[in-house]
């Protein structure tokens, strides 16, 4: 893959490059401020770029517009946030597209190199990857929904693991199920969401959007 960085912080930018091309992919820019993230998402359209929230010059929320803004320029464009915080309402923007490559981490929650990594290539697989603390946090703000309402309490959890990422099987496991009844629960979980895209893959997607932009 081909990567961006974007990270003011020297030590944890320099450790992320050296992993990721530890793991064989490509580091092809790295930014530290706003305005530089936005120019090299534009100029190198990585297959994923990962990016902090909190930039120079102000240390707000400079990285997470740059990648919304780049995403305005390049629909669907993968990303994976990765910050100490949880920005509601950019990070509702960014989910709002539909558009899947979707991931955010809080870096307290990144424990080893093989959850990094798996998550940076199903993002850029065009997949989830979501942090259980962003999750319940966008959650905890969201209004009701009355698809989501008429999901049992069982589909709620299903479809909360999903959003992490989680493959059927992984989520079985998770939840003491074969995998053939966590496929009867997403089956029934997209027919409530009004989803009927015949790609699996990308129903999944859908379903974790409208999860979690709960409008």
């Known amino acids: 893959m081909r990567i961006v960085v974007a990270e003011d912080l020297y030590l944890l930018r320099d450790g992320m490059v ?18 530089e993230t936005l120019d090299a998402l534009l100029e190198w359209r990585p297959d994923v770029a990962v990016v902090d929230i909190r930039m120079p010059p102000t240390q707000s929320d400079e990285g997470l517009r740059a990648a919304l803004a780049a995403r305005r320029e390049l629909p669907g464009l993968p990303v994976l946030i990765l910050s100490q915080y949880v920005e509601q309402l950019y990070a509702r923007e960014l ?34 990857a979501m942090d259980p603390a962003v999750i319940a946090k ?18 709620h959890s299903v479809l909360a693991l999903m959003a992490e990422g989680l493959s059927n099987q ?22 409530k969401l009004g989803i009927t895209d015949d790609d699996d893959g990308n129903r999944r997607v859908l379903a ?3 999860y979690l932009n709960n409008p």
């Open 138 to 155: 966008l959650l905890s703000s969201g209004s009701s929904n009355r698809r989501l309402a008429g999901l049992t309490e069982r589909e």
């Open 170 to 191: 992984a989520i079985g496991r998770r939840l003491f199920l074969s995998e053939s009844a966590i496929g009867k629960y997403t089956t029934s979980m997209f027919g």
């Open 95 to 128: 989910l709002a597209d539909g558009d899947g490559g979707i991931g955010y981490f809080l870096k307290e929650s990144v424990f080893d190199a093989d959850q990094f990594i798996d998550a940076l290539e199903r993002v850029a697989g065009g997949g989830t």
């Open 18 to 35: 050296r992993l990721i091309e530890a793991y064989g992919h490509q580091v092809v820019a790295t930014a530290t401020t706003g305005p």
């Open 208 to 210: 974790v959007l409208a």
